[in-house]
């Protein structure tokens, strides 16, 4: 018997698990290895569309997914004083389709992806990897926990702020394109009265919504801020984020005091930049990126986790017969259009969604009253852009 290929792929949310599963089904001996101690639970909402349910179709996950998918019937615009401006159904922002597209907690699509291969693949967590070592025959891992291994080839699925990207091309700057806002969102009580509905208070520069996925006793709080430059400086820092987003919003109406003191009592903050990766290459020899830590197309375009999951049943396939170099190659020659096109969603970064400026918050609250005058679209060209090709699940040579 000839021994199976052996890949490492380092991150555990929504690419690496997905990658895990197609490396696993065409013959690869797979191990995951993730720096939590757990699977993250809950989370914020994402989006699966287009291309993507096919993939999760593919994976057998799809009735699962069904039965936990949020629904969201209503997106509320407030202006500075609290009025509204228009209520709309979602799908007419999102370009998303009613029916079919799925909108699901964090949680429950990584729980559904790690369900499908925890089985057939090696998992290891609070662990990650230190060092990179590339040779003819192999890659040499060395590991922030002391040991060491040698893998065939390894994949970064780790996300925006990717280590192994760091380690195999340089530091995050040279591929970090800001698109001008910063964003936290954290959880707080539902004591809005808010049912499978958003509401989003807006000022220019400045956005605040509560996100109710369903009747339970909790919503998402988002604050986001127009931003020239990226606050670097607060980015390691948790207190120095919590103290700029209450600084920015300090003179805000609505109910955005009540959030600034939920988010100074909350331990499940996550502040970012809002930005995107683009990286003129995804592989350097036996090394290769994947999802949000090769082309995140940040939440602008509604695409991180759909392109996560194309990308994944992409690498997966094109390497079924190949070395790592063609391998790598096809992946990136049968995927980058699709990936290309869907950053291209957020076009003049978030000005339609969130103005910087009163002239243009108008503007958009013109279009926005219009639109909740017409039926919800019927979904963006570019979420189905890529028809998934069919990969034989054959031993790899």
């Given amino acids: 018997m000839t021994s199976r290929r052996t890949i490492l792929v380092s991150g555990a949310s929504i690419a690496g698990p997905a990658l895990a599963f197609w490396l696993n089904r065409y013959g690869y001996a ?40 949020i629904d969201l019937r209503r997106l509320t615009f407030l202006d500075g004083d609290g009025g509204e401006v228009a209520s709309i159904h979602p799908h007419a922002v999102s370009g998303g389709v009613e029916g079919k597209d799925l909108e699901v907690r964090r949680g429950d699509l990584t729980n559904a992806l790690y369900a499908a291969v925890r089985d057939d693949v090696e998992f290891v967590f609070n662990d990650s990897i230190d060092a990179l070592d590339q040779s003819g025959d192999g890659v ?11 893998f065939d080839m390894v994949v ?20 970090h394109r800001y698109l001008g806002y910063c964003f936290a969102v954290f959880t707080m009580r539902n004591t ?30 988002f604050l986001n801020f127009a931003r020239p430059q990226p606050p670097f400086d607060a980015f390691p820092d948790p207190e120095a984020q919590r103290n700029l987003v209450a600084e920015v919003f300090a003179d805000a109406g609505w109910e955005v005091p009540g959030m600034l003191a939920a988010m100074r009592e909350t331990d499940d903050v996550f502040f970012d930049a ?35 999951l194309v990308g994944a049943y992409m690498l997966a396939g094109s390497l079924v017969g190949r070395d790592p170099a063609a391998g790598f190659a ?52 570019a979420h189905s852009a890529l028809t998934l090709p069919e990969f034989t699940p054959t031993m790899t040579g």
């Fill in 30 to 69: 797979v191990t995951v290895v993730e720096k939590s101690g757990t699977l993250r639970a809950g989370g914020y909402p994402i989006d699966v569309r287009g291309t993507a349910l096919e993939v999760v179709r593919r994976m057998g996950i799809l009735p699962r997914l069904r039965d936990v998918h």
């Fill in 140 to 150: 040499d891992v060395t590991f922030s926990g002391g040991g060491s291994r040698t």
């Fill in 156 to 175: 970064g699925a780790e996300g925006l702020h990717s280590r192994t990207r760091e380690m195999l091309f340089g530091p995050e700057e040279q591929f």
């Fill in 192 to 221: 809005f009265g808010l049912s499978h509905e958003t509401v989003m208070w807006n000022t220019p520069g400045r956005a605040a919504a509560l996100y109710a996925v369903g009747d339970n006793d909790d919503v998402h709080a």
């Fill in 274 to 308: 809002v930005s995107q990766i683009r990286m003129p290459g995804w592989s350097s020899g036996r090394v290769a990126l994947v999802g949000d830590a090769a082309y995140a197309p940040s939440f602008l375009s509604g695409q991180g986790t759909s392109l996560a």
């Fill in 330 to 381: 096809a992946y990136e020659q049968s995927t980058r259009e699709f990936v290309t096109v869907n950053q291209g969603l957020v076009g003049e970064g978030g000005a339609t969604l969130f103005p910087t400026t009163a002239e243009a918050l108008e503007q958009r609250n013109d279009r926005l009253r219009k639109l909740s005058a017409i039926p919800p679209a019927e979904g963006r060209p």
